[in-house]
């Protein structure tokens, strides 16, 4: 799953600080493989979190989290424009 974010620069500290609350207890989650954030080096205040789980379901428990609840919540207010998220399969990749 790839999730991308543009933060009003403004906001940056703020999303900053939310994207660590989220981003540190996510990889402790069942299901979870990896759990990373990182800033677009051309675009600043662009950000994606890749993320890789096991299955669709522990994206559900995950989604269900009160950190990730919190986020998800408070971050749209942070934005210039709304989240785009893109998730993928890996089964259906060649050679995964």
Sequence with gaps: MHAYF???PQ???VFLDQANLVAEPSPAEEGNISYEYFENPKQPNTFVFVEKWKEQAAIGVHEAT????NFINIVPG???????VQLFDASEIKGA
């Design 78 to 84: 942070l934005l210039s424009e709304p989240i785009q």
């Design 66 to 69: 009160a950190h990730f609840q």
């Design 11 to 13: 906001q940056r500290q």
């Design 6 to 8: 543009k933060v009003e």
